[in-house]
């Protein structure tokens, strides 16, 4: 990692980029000895020093890298432990969601596609309520003619930190996407164009459902909205429990017996 170069620029990688690189590479081994894959816990992980050059006005300089020291986080308490859902909660949180197709005047699919597209593509919320309606129709130029398994590479503008970012987007998701785009969507923009006319429809791929109020109908949908639906079907599959609050005669709230927490 310390020696690595970015396949993009063909430069050495910069400090920050191998910081969170070692993050990644301790975070597995703590998930490897957490799983009993390892039988000793990595406690401390540094980089060497590494040299780089730098080009300035009169010439070249060699320039010595800080030590890049990965300070060990403070453990998750009890109750903020992360556990990943299996296949089987998936599928029944999927289900909360939203139905796989979409029927006129039915439940919306837009939170269930949502939720798929996080999970085959690894996009962030932020980045799943950026794609539009022209990143779909690029997709499936380059999807044509191809197996519904196969995956494409696709680049995104809209990324942390405002970069672009390449992605693997399987040829059946593109499908499902299209489906939405000529059902759901379509729904929405006819009908937003019939109490609104002369409003142009935001680009955004997912919008806000019929649903929403005339205001926001056919604007695209925020992340936090789509965080929202899901953690509310969660919730109601039966993953995650909601603790009460109750106050006693002195002002002072009650404690949670399992985590100590008012």
């Known amino acids: 990692i310390v020696q690595g170069v970015s396949v993009w620029t063909s430069k050495p990688l910069a400090n920050e980029s191998v910081s969170r690189r070692m993050v990644s590479l301790r975070n597995f081994c703590d998930y490897a000895f957490d799983k009993g894959y390892y039988k000793t816990k ?7 020093r590494r040299a780089s050059v730098v080009r300035t006005g009169e010439g070249e300089l060699l320039v010595e890298r800080a030590d890049t020291e990965i300070e060990r986080p403070d453990l998750p308490k ?31 699919i837009r939170d269930r596609l949502a939720a798929e597209v996080a999970v085959v ?59 939405y785009l000529d059902t759901e969507r379509a729904e929405i923009v006819s009908y937003r164009a019939s109490i609104q006319d002369g409003e142009s429809v935001d ?23 789509i965080s929202a639906s899901f953690s509310k079907a969660v919730f109601e599959a039966g993953f995650m429990t909601r603790h009460d609050v109750f106050v006693l005669d002195g002002g002072l709230p009650t404690l949670d017996p399992k985590t100590g927490k008012a």
């Open 42 to 48: 990595l406690v401390a992980l540094k980089s060497s």
């Open 78 to 108: 009890p109750d903020e432990t992360i556990r990943p859902l299996s296949k089987i909660e998936l599928a029944r949180t999927l289900d909360h969601l939203g139905p796989k197709t979409y029927q006129p005047g039915g439940r919306s």
């Open 121 to 179: 593509t690894g996009l962030r919320v932020s980045e799943i309520v950026g794609l539009t309606v022209n990143d779909i129709a690029d997709m499936r130029r380059l999807a044509e003619g191809r197996d519904k398994f196969v995956k494409i590479w696709f680049w995104i503008g809209q990324s942390k930190g405002n970069k672009r970012r390449r992605i693997a987007v399987p040829v059946y998701l593109i499908d499902r996407l299209q489906h």
């Open 203 to 225: 680009s955004a791929l997912f919008l806000n459902s019929l649903n929403s109020n005339h205001r926001d109908l056919g604007k695209g949908t925020a992340a936090g909205t």
